[in-house]
């Protein structure tokens, strides 16, 4: 007999079973589980249209947004576990028809700034007893998806009167505010992307607060967008700074897999989104941004986003502020925040959440599970709970030559937050 067999008889016993990659259950080597951090929850699912964005009221309403396409409506507020209805009206949510136009054959989406064309992303701030109620924030980028005479699929260009922000009260559900952009602030190749607010009456000279938000731009032309919400004056700040910029041919893995962009009609590619994520700090001194395709974290004062072009170094001083605060392990989609200073990250490499200390200098791990397939968006609740969407993007069928490869349901995940974390208030 041979003496490895004597002195190992459970060596022997699995090497008699032939243990494999695919059947790991006996084996004695260390296994990735796929899963670490707190328990999670499946809150909702989808069954009828993929998701976007969300957000979570103080009340623990759960609000989403898809993007268009030929989905019935791009906002809508859960109804139950497995359902959502448009929000705050179908009216107000325009139809497929109306979604774009053409001005001698370049393709325009809607100018209408009382409908909603194609939102992006929510966002929920609290009440500020006296000058504003809870409100739900709607970023509608004004760009539907459609698809040309040769059936590929094209993103008309944004024109004055349909990208705008949207505010609804959360207390009697109707529009009370909507700012649009000039074309020198939002281009017609922008695309908004998230939003930050910072609503102290010290940062702005209206003393209504002021809006961050992100242009995340695929045609190359990325950057911030600040919004005063008294006045509402908007101005950039970064365009195609190098921080938030695409990096060229990245490859990112999803599920194990490389990961290459193959839309119909079009060579084969990589993403191209350059700013996505964005932070603010719970003093509202820093915003923290990145790239959907960068494994960089970047931080900027918030001071140097907020100054206007009355100063003439503005944006030299913007970009000599800049800092590189390293690598975080992968590619990050959206960020979110709570009231520790954790800098939540969406790792859709990784089926995790990782969040950035600025206490350590150092990205760690939050939650991991099997079952965050590219979480695309999170909202912090009220509750002391994590939530996020889930909704299988790189299998979309725009990504993988026109087969659309997403199985339903996708879904709300929640868990809660690390050290009795919260919402973020302390800008309000």
Request: with cysteine.
């Amino acid at each position: 007999m041979h003496l490895t067999t004597l002195l190992y008889p459970a060596l022997a016993a699995l090497v008699a079973a032939q243990v494999t990659f695919r059947n790991s259950s006996q084996t004695i080597l260390r296994v990735d589980t796929g899963a670490y951090g707190p328990e999670i929850e499946e809150f909702h699912y989808y069954y009828h249209q993929w998701p976007i964005g969300l957000a979570v009221s103080s009340t623990g309403r759960l609000f989403v947004c898809y993007t268009r396409g030929n989905y019935a409506f791009t906002v809508g507020e859960a109804v139950n576990k497995t359902a959502e209805e448009p929000y705050p009206s179908a009216e107000f949510n325009l139809p497929v028809s109306q979604l774009n136009t053409s001005f001698n054959g370049i393709p325009f989406g809607s100018a209408n700034p009382a409908g909603l064309i194609n939102v992006q992303a929510l966002y929920i701030t609290p009440e500020i007893a006296g000058k504003r109620p809870e409100t739900l924030w709607v970023i509608d980028t004004g760009r539907p998806t459609i698809m040309d005479a040769q059936g590929k699929p094209t993103m008309p260009y944004g024109q004055p009167g349909g990208p705008k922000i949207v505010g609804i009260a959360l207390n009697n559900d109707t529009v009370y505010a909507t700012y649009t952009f000039p074309a020198s602030v939002h281009y017609p190749d922008s695309y908004m992307n998230d939003i930050r607010f910072d609503l102290r009456p010290n940062v702005t000279e209206s003393g209504m607060g002021i809006a961050y938000i992100v242009d995340s731009s695929d045609e190359g032309r990325p950057g911030f967008i600040m919004l005063d919400l008294g006045t509402g004056e908007s101005w950039r700040r970064l365009t195609q700074d190098r921080s938030v910029l695409r990096v060229d041919r990245d490859v990112p893995s999803y599920q194990g897999h490389p990961f290459y962009q193959r839309t119909i009609g079009m060579p084969i590619s990589t993403l191209r989104e350059g700013l996505d994520g964005i932070q603010v700090s719970p003093d509202g001194e820093t915003v923290y941004y990145s790239p959907l395709t960068s494994v960089y974290l970047f931080s900027i004062p918030a001071r140097n986003l907020r100054e206007r072009d009355t100063n003439p170094l503005a944006e030299l001083e913007a970009k000599s502020n800049v800092t590189n605060l390293g690598q975080r392990g992968g590619d990050a989609n959206g960020f979110e925040g709570d009231s520790n200073g954790l800098i939540y990250q969406l790792m859709p490499e990784h089926n995790a959440i990782y969040y950035y200390d600025p206490k350590d200098l150092q990205t760690h791990g939050y939650v991991r599970d099997p079952r965050i397939i590219w979480p695309d968006s999170a909202s912090i609740g009220a509750d002391g709970y994590f939530y996020m969407n889930i909704n299988q993007l790189p299998y979309q069928p725009m990504w993988n030559n026109g087969s659309d490869e997403r199985t339903y349901p996708g879904a709300v995940l929640r868990c809660k937050l690390l050290g009795d974390g919260t919402k973020i208030t302390s800008l309000s």
